[in-house]
């Protein structure tokens, strides 16, 4: 008997986390990640997800089969008994399954706020209702901001007014910009297209309309569009 229990244990445990593993390959929480930031965010998300999948069917499957077993609503509850062993494992699990996503999302928080080998530095500056985007390097100034695809990015901002906050959902991530503090932002662009950067934080009656194009493009038009002063 005990044997059969120890089976059926490590089956019910085999199917949950195949289960979790196919909600955490087959779930789409984000849009088609456009960086590696995005790329990590997306990735932990899905760890989530499955985990999630994993520990609710588990937790609903054990009352369920307490219900019908034990017959809890049948007979009254033992007062004063208790099984040391249970009461061990429903605290060592939880205590594991936390501890474990704890140490993974530092690593994955660590890994986006590091910036790569010589990043480009853009400084964005944002007012109602409009996005400045400086390059310093070499003086270019646009109202549209542009990227080379493979190389590492530090977006800084600043605020002229009131808090904004800059948003592109392919990017995996929004950053706020303050009217008395620099915020940053690290990436690296995966591929090339066109993305739109909202305002995601109220800032008054033209908020809706704070909008900026973002244009990745391989390095050599990028740099094509720096000569050129920034298209203006």
């Avoid at 044997?3 to 059926?8: F, G, P, Q, S, Y």
């Avoid at 789409?28 to 899905?46: G, K, T």
């Avoid at 990043?119 to 390097?137: G, H, M, N």
Wanted: charged share 15%.
């Amino acid at each position: 008997m005990r044997e059969r229990n120890i089976l059926a244990v490590t089956i019910l445990v085999l199917l949950l986390i195949g289960v979790g593993v196919a909600v955490a390959s087959f779930v789409r929480p984000l849009p088609q990640a456009a960086s590696d930031r995005a790329v990590l965010v997306d990735q932990l998300l899905r760890v989530f997800f499955g985990l999630a999948t994993a520990v609710f069917l588990g937790v609903e499957g054990l009352l369920v089969f307490a219900a019908i077993r034990g017959r809890l609503f049948q007979s009254p509850v033992a007062i004063g008994n208790s099984n040391s062993s249970l009461e061990l494992l429903w605290l060592a699990v939880p205590a594991a399954i936390v501890l474990a996503l704890s140490v993974y999302s530092i690593r994955v928080l660590l890994l986006m706020e590091a910036s790569g080998p010589d990043p480009l530095q853009v400084e964005i500056t944002a007012s109602q209702y409009q996005w400045e985007f400086r390059y310093p390097e070499s003086g270019v100034i646009a109202n549209e901001l542009h990227l080379p695809a493979g190389r590492a990015v530090v977006l800084e901002f600043r605020s002229k007014d009131v808090i904004h906050s800059f948003w592109v959902p392919a990017f995996g991530g929004k950053v706020d910009a303050l009217p008395d503090r620099v915020t940053s932002l690290a990436l690296t662009q995966l591929r090339t297209g066109e993305y739109e950067a909202v305002c995601a934080e109220f800032c008054g009656p033209g908020h809706t309309g704070m909008i900026a194009t973002v244009q990745v493009e391989d390095p050599a038009s990028f740099e094509q569009w720096l000569q050129s002063g920034g298209g203006e």
